[in-house]
């Protein structure tokens, strides 16, 4: 009957059923509410935790790279391997390696590296975020030109033979017609709005037929204007949307991700927006990505030749911190933005909240935001075994 039981533990992101509880129990791979029964026949481990606090594993819902390695450059099961590692130390159990626009081949690289994976690792994977080719050139951000375009019948069709190894796709209106988003989400693929000059309208239109998401809110988009609101006056017109946003103190200013909490909360999740320097022991002055030279700067961040930002060096805990003490964010609400927002966007079941039932992917850290334990599907490891 054996079960791994936390105890004395302050439990954030729960059901109504382990409100006020402090102690949480793991078995079978499932979160279960304490029972004493659990404790009669002795096979079952104890873990006292004086207080530490107890969430559900981050989903990191946009990762470039980490730990050296970029999924652009090399989507294989080997770096999906490397990357899966370094995110779990850091707390995140669930993450979504992030493909830029680039040549088919490299897609259908990706495609089948994560079909791979994802039989490896249930639940740890929920498949790739296609970010691009159907995007502004406009907006591309650090993404190698030549490669952004329009989307037609033979992409459709591609697109829905390999809709199992997608996650969700990041595309802009004005380059995919409406009836091939209608056809994209009636086959079950996520699409969200990023990368795009679009108008009111168009970001309007996209979202009745079904769109509910916008990517890294702020950056890879045309601003809002008194005459023209565009994709951002789109999602906080809407009460459904979710968005997005990078908490690194570079790809939006805390002021605004204050006033986003107030007005859309429940439905802002954070995304690291990692890139290979992410958890490397000594940053390079530069590297590479599909072809394209990034530079370190200790001031601006990880930017490209024409100074715009490419992404970060920094992990969903790191995001947590900075929302905690630089946006006006309680911890609880904080954590929301890395668990259970993300979990609604994409529509993962038994994830992003502790409940009984649900998926036993855990993580424990103290006042300082230190991680002691991460528990991934139901197995605990602590932090000398993590690091």
Known sequence: MGATILRNATLHITSEEFEGEDCLAVQDHRIIPMDP????????EEIELNGMHVCPGFIDLLV???????????????TLEQMRRWETIHGTT????????GPRELMTRALSSVSEFKEKH????????????FIN?????????GFMRSLNDGDLEYLKENRDAIAYMTIAPECVKPKYII?????????SLGHTACTFYEANSAFKAGVNSVTHLYNGMKGMQGREPGVIGALLSSDHVFASIIPDGRHVHPAIIKFLNRIIGDRLYLVSDSQAIAGMQKSPGSFQISGNELFVDPRRGIIDAKGSLAGTDICMMDGVRYLVENCGYSL????AAATIIPASFLGLKDMGRIEGGYLADLIV???DFKIRYVIQNGFLKNSSELF
């Open 64 to 78: 470039n790279g980490c730990c050296g390695v970029t999924f652009g450059n090399d989507p294989s099961v080997e």
């Open 137 to 145: 050139s406009l907006h591309k951000g650090f993404q190698p030109s």
């Open 365 to 367: 850290f103290d006042d």
């Open 332 to 335: 609880d609400d904080a954590l």
């Open 94 to 101: 669930t993450f979504v390696p992030t493909l830029i626009s």
């Open 122 to 133: 249930p639940g740890v994977c929920p498949g790739v975020h296609l970010e691009g080719p």
């Open 37 to 44: 029964i659990l404790l009669e026949d002795g096979t079952s």
């Open 183 to 191: 056809d994209l989400l009636s086959s079950r693929i996520k699409l």
